[in-house]
């Protein structure tokens, strides 16, 4: 009797477990046929020479000769390794002072916090067509705020010497925002006798800041120094819609110069090869980013 119970309920609790795995089942098709199958068909894909028609054949490290003798290629390692620095220095930390000074508001916080999140919801599109008239040298704001302390116009986007740092301007204003509400979230975990200890102690709002705050933010700011990283080096709709990699390439990216191999030249192949060798740079620091995230928990 006792055993036929015990076989009933291993029976039930087989049917459970092939109940969820009948319920996973459409979501785990889904990842590995929307996710890993391009993965896998653009490995095989890096290798081969793909004309308009489909046709495949088997070229081996052709493609990755063809990247690596192309000028613009590097060109395009540079400006993200140029875009990732500059939207460190100015983007990174510029969340975390944000943070804080919301964090020490008595009243109002919800004004502030949605203040600074509103130019995240903000669609990439609209977001870039409203720079562009920002950066106008004839007509622009900016221009226009610069004459108003007698200096000198910039020609921003149509400057090799400035395309970039002015992408990386307007990249930093529609993300910062982001970024500062999970630092907020942070916050929200450090003990409250902390800062009152402190304040008995008369530490100001800098000593704590500097004491307190950052020593506890630091876990995130470690893994969303990581995720900054990963961002930056996958850019692609602002220089797509506004320079066009221009000038003279000084805005080109890794996304938007295998757009232009796969849809311009219609060469598949480097496409291909291309988007293995950014796949194979992210993975690494994606293992990075989960290696600081799992220190962090």
């Known amino acids: 009797m006792v055993e036929d119970i015990k076989a009933a309920n291993m029976s039930t609790h087989a049917r459970k477990k092939l109940m969820g795995y009948l319920f996973l089942l459409p979501a785990v098709v889904s990842f590995l046929y929307f996710v890993w199958y391009p993965v896998v068909l653009t490995f095989i894909m890096s290798f081969q020479s793909v004309n308009l028609a489909g046709a495949t054949s088997f070229v081996g490290i052709a493609n990755f000769k063809t990247l690596f003798a192309d000028p613009v290629f590097a060109k395009a390692w540079a400006n993200a390794g140029q875009f990732t620095i500059f ?44 720079w562009l008239w920002l950066f106008d040298p004839s007509l622009g704001l900016l221009n226009k705020i610069l004459g108003w302390f007698n200096l000198p116009a910039s020609q921003w986007l149509l400057s090799s010497q400035s395309a970039l740092p002015s992408l990386v301007l307007m990249a930093t204003w ?88 796969a849809y311009t030249y219609m060469d598949m192949g480097v496409a291909s090869a291309a988007s293995l060798l950014l796949f194979i740079v992210l993975s690494i620091l994606s293992f990075i980013y989960f290696k600081l995230e799992n220190r962090a928990a």
């Open 87 to 130: 939207s460190l220095l100015i983007g990174y930390l510029l969340p975390v002072v944000v943070a804080i000074l919301i964090n020490e508001v008595r009243f109002g916080q919800a004004f502030f916090r949605i203040s600074v999140y509103l130019p995240t919801v903000a669609p990439s599109v609209a977001v870039s067509i409203l």
């Open 174 to 261: 529609s993300g910062f925002g982001g970024t500062a509400i999970i630092y907020l979230a942070g916050l929200q975990g450090v003990p409250e006798e902390l800062y009152e200890a402190a304040e008995i102690d008369g530490a100001g709002i800098w000593q704590r800041a500097w004491n307190i705050t950052i020593p506890q933010l630091k876990p995130v700011m470690m893994v969303m120094f990581i995720m900054q990283i990963l961002g930056t080096m996958q850019v692609f709709a602002e220089p797509f819609i506004m320079t066009g990699g221009g000038p003279n390439n000084a805005t080109m990216t890794i996304l938007l110069l295998i757009y232009r191999y």
